[in-house]
Each structure stands twice: as structure tokens, then as C-alpha cells.
């Protein structure tokens, strides 16, 4: 009898000192700064996405700066956009970065207006890019964003990635945005991600984009975001 409730004690004792020896090695093992070291260490990453060209001076302007900052960005095309600026075309390619469908026309009425009507339109904007440059896209950027299962359906079946965003620069949608209002939006919607898809435009009236693109992409190098294309 005796004998049994040694047992019990030395068991008991032994459970304890487990116990104790756990939660301080867990203590040990997590100090405090270990989440923010995470952090840190994370990697970030940005893809500069531009809408609506190709324009001349614009879009010229914009290719100067990504190629003196060394960075890659994406260009969704308007088709009917190209004629007369298909050199501007053929420096994006050459330049290493990435095309992608936008439209041929960029109406929504003639986009939208059928299944069939979308896939006209994309096979179009294609046909243009590929005839110039001699490269068949692989992404499409949807006219005006927002969800389209039954195209989303049509794109994977001809072999493209639909590409949304998820900060923008304010180029649409702030009427006569300046640069420096630009490049405060671009870190205002981007802040908190680490994965940040940006919208902007080189379309002709987007000159203050283009002014606006070298502080945009210092804020995000000095911020340790890695630049990618699609
Ligand atoms: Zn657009």
C-alpha cells in the first residue's frame, strides 16, 4: 500500500517537472522579436501593370524610367491602339517586358456584347501584338476590371491568365491627378501588401503617370518589394 502511493508522489513529481521543463524551453525557443524578424524576412513583391497603350510619348517616357531603374513591368494592349505606334510596340518586347490583351477596341459595348464578341475581340488584340512583335500573349487584362465568369471560362480555354489588381495610382480614377498625388495613392492603396499588383495607365493623357513613375518605383525598391512582370 505503501509502496503504491511512493509511486503516485514520484509520478506526480515527474509530470510536474515535464511540465515546467516545456513551457520554459517554449519560452526559449519564441523570444519576442522573432514575428518581427518574419516579417523582415518576407519576401515582397510588386507587378507594375500598364493599361490602355501604347502611346507615344507616354508610354516612350515610361519605358525610359523602368529601363534606368532596371525594372520589368507588364503593358496590356489596346489592338486598335497600335497602328502608327508599333515601333513603341516593338521596344516594349524588345525591353523584356511583358504584353498582354487588353482589347482590340476597348468598347465595352463590342467587348461584352456576346461570348462570341469577346472572343473576336481578344483574338484581335492577339493577332496585332503577335503580327508586330512575333509574341503571343499570355495574359488579358479585362476592360474596366471586375468578374466575368463566362469569359474567365473563355479565357482559360484559349490559354490565358486573367490578371485584376489590387492597388492603383489614381490615374482614372482621380480627375487631373498630379504626380505627387499619384505616387501617394500608389503607396496608400499598396500599404499593408506584400503581394501588390499596381494599376496605371501610358495612354496619351497620362503624362503625370509617367512623371509619376520614378518616385513610385523608388518607394518600393527603398521598401525592399522585389519588381516582377507576369
Ligand atoms: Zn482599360
Not at 53 to 64: A, C, E, F, R
Not at 157 to 175: F, H, L
Amino acid at each position: 500500500m505503501q509502496k503504491r502511493w511512493i509511486t503516485a508522489v514520484i509520478f506526480c513529481l515527474a509530470v510536474i517537472l515535464m511540465l515546467a521543463a516545456h513551457l520554459s524551453g517554449r519560452n526559449m525557443a519564441t523570444p519576442a522579436f522573432t514575428f518581427a524578424e518574419e516579417k523582415k524576412t518576407e519576401e515582397k513583391e510588386i507587378y507594375l501593370t500598364f493599361d490602355d497603350g501604347p502611346s507615344t510619348k507616354v508610354t516612350g517616357s515610361i519605358l525610359d524610367t523602368l529601363a534606368q531603374k532596371g525594372v520589368k513591368a507588364t503593358f496590356f494592349i489596346v489592338g486598335d491602339r497600335v497602328r502608327g505606334r508599333e515601333e513603341t510596340l516593338k521596344r516594349i518586347a524588345a525591353e523584356g517586358h511583358t504584353l498582354g490583351v487588353h482589347s482590340a477596341t476597348h468598347r465595352y459595348d463590342l467587348i461584352y456584347g456576346s461570348l462570341e464578341a469577346f472572343r473576336k475581340d481578344v483574338s484581335a488584340c492577339a493577332e496585332v501584338i503577335e503580327r508586330c512583335t512575333g509574341i503571343f500573349p499570355r495574359v488579358y487584362r479585362f476592360p474596366g476590371g471586375g468578374r466575368h465568369p463566362a469569359e474567365e471560362e473563355i479565357l482559360k480555354e484559349m490559354g490565358y491568365k486573367a490578371v485584376w489588381w489590387n492597388a492603383v495610382c489614381g490615374d482614372e480614377e482621380i480627375p487631373h491627378a498630379d504626380a505627387e498625388t499619384l505616387t501617394a495613392t500608389a503607396v496608400e492603396t499598396a500599404e499593408g501588401k506584400s503581394h501588390v499588383v499596381l494599376l496605371l495607365h501610358d495612354s496619351a493623357p497620362h503624362r503625370a503617370t509617367a512623371e509619376a513613375l520614378p518616385a513610385i518605383i523608388d518607394y518600393f525598391l527603398e521598401n525592399h518589394y522585389v519588381f516582377k512582370a507576369f
